[in-house]
């Protein structure tokens, strides 16, 4: 069964506090991907005496079919569960078009771990141990910042045009076929369009890697990615920086 031996107890649970939330209309709905029984009780039975509407996923897996099932206002989700990762959960959820806000709750609490959640698509990162105090806190302080604006879904340089959530890229309205890593670049590129980006910046925020100054995997990418783009149009968009790095801007 897809939720495991606990379910049906879950699913009961989560339905009276459901309803209760649609007769009150107080709170967030709140889904906590947490596999650890005691942390998991901790953070629901807390965040729900603070009237919220939480229910449980225990694996990613499970939070992944949560979030495509049903629309939350707030994800917790801890970077080391079962199944699928916490980080890969919210990779995923991101590169379909979910903007939900995601607090990560973890034990990894180094500077690269707190890095690597935020560009994953995390909007706070919260180690554990913690004050439920300071989970709540951060909760609401996500929940106060305005929505992320929907034009910020398509990105346009001239005429190349980049949509984010349906991951499609076109130049003069013809469309162009990149790979993964490709379409992360050129996303990189019109996210700092007109900024120098070097190849530090590039390799360390999509590759997730430090940088190793003789490798040329940025170079080689960077090369087939204007390759592509230029088939459509002789206009240069992507420029080299000599000795810096890479910058896209539309021609004077």
Known sequence: MLYGPTTKKTILTDKLHRETH?????????????????TADYVVNGLREEGHLVEQANTGRVGL??????KFDMLVIDRMIPDIDGLTLVKTLRSAGNRTPVLFLTTLAGVNDRVAGLNAGGDDYLVK???LVELVARIMAIARR??????????HIADLELDRLARTVKRAGKPIDLQPREFQLLEYLMLHSGQVVTRTMMFENIWELHFDPHTNVVDSHISRLRGKINRASPVELIHTVRGAGYCIRAPA
Request: negative net charge; hydrophobic residues 45%.
């Open 65 to 70: 079919y949560r979030t495509s099932a049903e």
């Open 146 to 155: 305005p929505p992320a604006m929907v034009n910020d879904a398509i990105l």
């Open 22 to 38: 649609e007769v009150t209309g107080a709170g967030l709905k709140i889904l906590v991907v947490e596999d650890d029984p005691e």
């Open 129 to 131: 141990p913690f004050a």
